[in-house]
């Protein structure tokens, strides 16, 4: 959760919340929520209510997303949060949810950036959209990727360059997902290339290029607590720091020697370690599995690290709609 107020052309952040609860375990055995995870999702959900509450906020958009969308007991989910918290929740559908990925990222994309990739990497699904921006003037890039808030099919005004989605894909595996797709396999380093394979081949029909050439003006922006980790694993911080992290350029190279450092840890060293967190350990290493496959589709070389992604996405949609953002540059 993000509770913010308009400052700008952005905003600023006044309280915030994050809790991983892990909705979708099991999903994919039993098509349904269970009871254990619909408990830690509405515990956390009080927390937010409370600081809600606390702030006296006015405006507000409460989204689920991939694991509301696939179980079969979802409303009846949705009802039991409002029951139990008041609080209203919306499912909102992949496009949607890979728009608010999209314009979260917007002014971290490079002046020399003519065709870009976001990625979201989420519980139980991840969005990829490729975007050309190389007809669009540099100062007016960042400004023309936030004007997708309103539909990738937006067409040009006044003869305006605008930002292309040349094409877009939510895959249904995210971290829980795909991990429980292979929970059955015992060996850690087998696990993980199974994983990783298994991702590539449903990419298959959406990678768009079919050479090795690494291209420097394309550039991949990935946002999720699993690029961000492996971020805060790379810089060997002992404490996240977000200043730190966010807008970092990683290297494919220093992606896969920190994925080796995990595969080497093991499962007990990862659940030890400071820089994963008891949170993130169980769903790390399927994280990492489609971070490496997404490496090697696609023509670069670096990835930038993004931390923010639907939260941020949905402020900055709200805040745009109610035409409480100022003009220029992001």
């Known amino acids: 959760m993000l509770i913010a107020q308009p400052k700008g052309t952005g905003f600023q952040v006044i309280d915030s919340f994050s809790k991983s609860v892990q909705l979708g375990a099991g999903l994919e055995r039993t098509g349904r929520l269970s009871r254990g995870s619909m408990m830690r999702t509405i515990q956390a959900l009080r927390i937010c209510q409370q600081k809600l509450r606390q702030h006296k906020v006015r405006r507000m958009k409460l989204v689920a997303t991939e694991a509301c969308r696939r179980a079969i007991n979802a409303s009846e989910f949705i009802q039991r949060v409002h029951r139990e918290t008041g609080l209203r929740l919306e499912i909102i559908q992949p496009e949607e949810e890979a728009r608010l990925a999209v314009i979260s990222c ?30 669009v003037p540099k100062n007016d890039r960042p400004q023309a990727i936030m004007r997708l808030h309103s539909g990738f099919n937006t067409a040009a005004v006044n003869d305006v360059p605008q930002a292309r989605v040349v094409d877009w894909i939510s895959v249904p595996l995210g971290v829980a997902t795909l991990r429980d797709q292979f929970s059955d396999v015992e060996d850690d380093a087998a696990r993980f290339a199974l994983m990783s394979w298994f991702f590539e081949e449903n990419l298959a029909d959406f990678a ?3 050479d090795t ?6 550039q991949i ?7 961000t980790t492996v971020a805060a694993s790379h810089l060997g911080l002992k404490r996240y720091d977000r200043t730190q992290v966010d807008g970092l350029r990683m290297t494919s190279e220093q992606i ?3 994925i080796r450092s995990y595969l080497d840890m093991g499962p007990g060293g990862r659940r030890a370690d400071p820089r994963i967190g008891q949170d993130r350990q169980a769903l790390i290493m399927s994280g990492a599995a489609i971070l490496q496959a997404l490496m090697r589709c696609w023509p670069t070389d670096r990835l930038s690290v993004a931390d923010r ?22």
Do not use: C
């Not at 969005?127 to 007809?135: A, G, T």
């Not at 922006?221 to 690029?227: A, K, L, P, Q």
């Not at 992604?309 to 992001?330: F, I, K, P």
């Open 256 to 258: 896969d020697k920190v």
């Open 213 to 218: 050439k690494v291209h420097e003006k394309f």
């Open 309 to 330: 992604g639907l939260r941020e996405g949905l402020l900055y949609a709200q805040m745009s709609a109610d035409g409480v953002l100022g003009e220029g540059v992001l």
């Open 208 to 210: 768009p290029y079919h």
């Open 106 to 135: 917007a002014p971290l994309v490079s002046r020399k950036t003519q065709n870009l990739l976001v990625v979201d990497i989420g519980g139980g699904s991840t969005e990829l959209v490729w975007i050309d921006i190389s007809k």
């Open 221 to 227: 922006v990935g946002t999720s607590g699993t690029v």
